[in-house]
């Protein structure tokens, strides 16, 4: 619910302020020829169309606007004198800019790279030419059209490669240009360096022997230990990126200079592409969007989270800031920092076009000055970052481990090659670095493959670093000589010491401290899944999100939750998840709380999950007409109200769920369940206390065991960008799940309520639902959903525990709890069926829905046949795809005029089931 109501958030203000405004947006042409004619250099303004007026601004940022629409003379490049000529042979970029690459007659390659951005070629193809590609586009503004002039010295300055780039205008010149001068003659942009090899060894960029993308160089790394990263130059970059705010550092961000020397390679990192590089995130959507991406910091004179500002890079970072150890880290931050003169930030920021500086020039000296000083605080807290879990990468050939564990807690690795004779290590280690518990809590060896050994040694502490062994491909030697804490220092009967590997021949030596994990892990598909698609397996995440609601019976619910999720090894996708939330629902002239708890642990047992439930509310239990199938009371002296239960009820649950993340699950586990309930004098309670089963029992407390069946197929998510969509989640399960365009679901769960557990009286139930979703062949989107349920309970059991049909989710048109017995069955059909799309700001789905449903309840004693049944319609909205739905629907129900209220409207997101 809460993503949805973040969309419908967005699509409110898009409805408000920008039906006029963005629909009119359009990506600047080119410069005309007749413009460039016969001259060296022009006026262009990089953004016209960011232009806009107060109300504008308010909603969608002041950004850079300023700049994007300040005119500024740019040269025009000359295609024959520039580098004594170039030549183009390749274009490219990324879903935002065009790049178009040269060759110099220098023997260098060069890169114009666009000035303006088109980020609507990255958007899926059904939100082109909405609002919502509008507000994308209009988002450029946000960028500083100029930043990578401003960046280039300040790279520099910190000892960091780096490329200078020119402002420059393509010209119109088909006899260079040929194949590419429809797409990029006219255009503005930059003109630079583009990093790459030479066939004479030394002769490359920067003297380099390889010039390699971030996947090679890993490859590389993962094959051959005598390939290393330079971690202090990759710091030093990333600490520039800290100081410019530039969130954008994913692995495609980096080219990498490969230095050979003595049979060994150093990677020496190149930053490049500074779309986002002081980019300023102010104005009412952006303040959305930074909420739903919190990575899209802005940039001003303060840091920001530095967790966020760092998140597009941290699959980087953690394999290439972990051999840096304290000292080290606040060497070079102090180094960078005293390099970041006045001078240097005045000078950087003067690279800017002087019409450009004129208008922000003061502004941002000002912010770099303050962030220069803030530098060793944000950098202290990204070290803390990834100093809490450390990953350690060997390569593929033999190398030995050791790890020693010092008598105060602390940690010392060291890996080496290893000596294919003797076994033992070979040669200085090519890592090593010690851990302090204060600061890292534990560490991972990743062998790779190879036939490696490690041996762990030394006393084991209370509050000790944990470290964690993975083996790979080949025969492993695992050794573990850890001894109990030596006398005066704390001890711990804790597992302090993990070795995994799933090799047959690999060797294990355990102690008590020891535990050995031989079971297979899953490998990734490819490079991008192993390097940047990673399953979270560190750290710490919590939002808030607003909780809306409305039903006929609770009426209008308004809350708060909390969500806190935390990642550990091997507990994808989190080692524990926890939901709270609050609210107040007002309807029938009083008010209903309600509080949850919700926690997923996933780390108790392999494969398993354990789920802890716990609550207090209100809203449980609403009405009660007492026990039968043909309870009326139209025409009585009652009133509707008189039927309400003001109560309490709070409850705890526990399930063990097996297996995780199937198509199907088992559960087991125990409830327990107080009452607190107020009798209103001259209620149907206080008048009809009789007709109260277990009315004065105030506990019950039982075991469960269940079955859980899911195969439904919610159709088409929407993808956001290459491997990732959006994922709308309600309840604590997708929302598409009730838009499902076909498959089926069987949800079977039993429970034992025994007298000794400290219930007055034995009881037992079992209940069960099956759902499922037929296509229609007309239409891919449109379906019948077909329900089936019921409950059957044994024994003496609470009023407030009998099976009821009723309400929303069980029989539309009837209040909730509406009937009452020792056993229910219900069924229904819904018919919905897919129209047509029209574009309203984003492309909206929509038809109507029909559906007919009946149930009944069954009474030990009564002699009934009747079965209540409802029929009623609406309409639903799927707005970009199917599965983000809202509907609203109108049911009655056909119980011959004898109900006191035999109508409801339902508005919801998704559907009903």
């Known amino acids: 619910m809460n993503c949805f109501l973040k969309g419908v958030s967005f699509f409110a203000i898009s ?25 060296q250099v022009v006026i262009v303004i990089p953004g016209q169309e960011y232009e806009a007026g107060a109300l504008h601004t308010l909603i969608f940022g002041t950004h850079w606007r300023s700049l994007w629409t300040t005119p500024v003379e740019i040269m025009i490049l000359d295609l024959k004198s520039f580098a004594g000529g170039v030549v183009p042979f390749e274009k490219g970029g990324g879903f935002q800019t065009k790049t178009l690459s040269f060759r110099g007659a220098d023997g260098k390659e060069y890169r114009f790279r666009s000035l303006d951005k088109d980020p609507a070629r990255g958007i899926p193809s059904k939100l082109q030419n909405t609002v919502v ?28 490669y780096q490329v200078t780039p020119e402002l420059t205008v393509l010209p119109y010149d088909k006899g260079v240009l040929g194949e590419y001068y429809d797409e990029f003659a006219g255009l503005a ?23 390699s993308g971030t996947y090679a160089v890993f490859n590389n790394l993962e094959k051959d230990n005598d390939n290393q990263v330079d ?21 495609d961000q980096w080219k990498w200079a490969g230095y050979k020397k003595e049979g060994k390679t150093r990677w020496v990192p190149i930053p490049r592409d500074r779309d986002h590089a002081f980019s300023r995130q102010d104005g009412v959507f952006s303040w959305i969007i930074t909420r739903v991406m919190p990575r899209m910091t802005g940039f001003k004179s303060t840091y920001p989270s530095v967790k966020h500002l760092t998140l597009s890079a941290r699959h980087l970072d953690r394999r290439l800031l972990s051999g840096i150890d304290r000292a080290e880290w606040d060497a070079i931050t102090g180094d960078v920092q005293e390099k970041l003169t006045d001078s240097v930030i005045s000078e950087a920021v003067r690279k800017m076009p002087p019409a450009m500086y004129e208008k922000e020039g003061a502004q941002l000296e000002h912010d770099l000055r303050t962030r220069r000083d803030l530098l060793k605080a944000a950098s202290h807290e990204l070290y803390l970052l990834y100093a809490e879990d450390v990953d350690i990468y060997a390569s593929n050939k033999p190398e030995y481990a050791g790890v020693r564990r010092m008598p105060d807690g602390q940690v010392e690795v060291a890996v080496s ?6 076994g033992a290590e070979k040669g200085n280690p090519f890592y090593f670095r010690r851990f302090n518990p204060l600061e890292t809590e534990e560490v991972r060896i990743y062998l790779q493959g190879g036939d490696d050994r490690v041996v762990v040694q030394g006393p084991v502490c209370k509050d000790g670093v944990k470290v964690r062994v993975i083996g790979g491909e080949g025969q492993d030697f695992f050794e573990d000589q850890s001894e109990k804490a030596l006398s005066g220092y704390p001890h711990t009967a804790e597992k302090m010491t993990f070795f995994y590997d799933d090799g047959k021949k690999s060797e294990f030596t355990d102690g008590a401290y020891t535990s050995v994990d031989q079971h297979t892990a899953a490998e990734p598909a490819d490079d991008e899944e192993k390097y940047d698609l990673r399953d979270r397996d560190s750290g710490r995440e919590t939002g808030m999100h607003p909780l809306v609601g409305y039903s006929p019976d609770s009426g209008v619910f308004l809350g708060l939750g909390v969500t806190v999720a935390d990642y550990g090894f091997r507990s994808a996708p989190y080692r ?4 709270v939330s609050g609210g107040v629902a007002y309807g029938k002239n009083d008010f209903r709380n309600k509080l949850q708890f919700k926690g997923d642990f996933r780390t108790v047992l392999r494969n398993a999950s354990l789920l802890v439930e716990a609550g207090s509310s209100g809203l449980d239990l609403i009405n009660f007409y007492g026990l039968g199938n043909e309870r009326y009371y139209h025409g009585s002296s009652l009133r509707e109200d008189d039927f309400e239960i003001v109560n309490t009820i709070n409850s705890i649950r526990t399930s063990l769920r097996y297996p995780m993340d199937k198509q199907y699950n088992w559960s087991a586990g125990i409830s327990a369940k107080w009452m607190d309930l107020v009798v209103q004098q001259g209620s149907f309670i206080d ?3 009789s007709e109260f089963p277990g009315i004065d029992r105030q506990f019950v407390g039982g075991v469960h065991l269940g079955f859980h069946y899911d195969s439904r197929d919610c159709g088409d998510a929407i993808a956001l960008s290459p491997g990732k969509k959006l994922r709308f989640s309600g309840g604590g399960e997708p929302l598409g799940n009730t838009t499902a365009l076909q498959g089926t679901m069987l949800d079977v769960e039993g429970s034992y309520y025994p007298e000794f557990f400290g219930n007055e009286k034995a009881f037992g139930k079992i209940r069960g639902e099956v759902r499922t979703y037929i296509p229609l062949v007309s239409s891919r989107y449109s379906r019948v959903a077909l329900r089936a349920g019921g409950e059957k309970i044994w024994g003496d059991y609470p009023f407030y525990e009998a099976a009821f049909v009723g309400g929303t989710h069980l029989l539309r048109g009837y209040d909730k709890q509406r009937f009452a017995g020792d056993a229910s069955l219900y069924a229904g059909s819904e018919l919905r069926l897919y129209f047509g799309t029209f574009k309203f700001l984003v492309p909206v789905m929509y038809g109507p829905l029909a559906f007919i449903e009946t149930g009944r309840v069954f009474l030990k004693g009564e002699d009934s ?31 011959d005029g004898q109900l006191m209220d035999d109508y409801g409207i339902y508005i919801g997101t998704g559907f009903t089931f």
């Open 417 to 422: 090659k290893r000596d294919a004779v003797t």
């Open 687 to 689: 008048l009809y206390r």
């Open 865 to 895: 046949g009747a079965w209540h049944t409802s029929v009623g319609g609406g309409l639903w909205l799927g707005f970009i795809e199917s599965r983000y739905t809202a509907s609203i629907s109108f049911a009655k129900g056909l119980d």
């Open 231 to 251: 971690q202090s130059a990759y710091l030093r970059a990333r600490l520039i990126d800290l100081f410019i705010g530039d969130w954008d550092r994913h692995s």
């Open 189 to 211: 942009g930059t003109i630079e360096e583009r990093p790459a090899e030479s066939d004479t060894a030394g002769a490359g960029f920067k003297g380099a022997d390889k010039i």
């Open 15 to 39: 409805l408000i302020t920008t039906a006029g405004s963005l629909s009119a947006i359009a990506k600047p042409t080119k410069i005309p020829a007749e413009q460039l004619e016969g001259k």
């Open 576 to 579: 524990y998840k926890i939901d």
């Open 133 to 160: 590609s509008a507000v994308v586009e209009d988002q450029v503004s946000s960028s500083n059209p100029v930043s990578a002039l401003v960046v280039s010295p300040l790279l520099e300055a910190a000892g960091t």
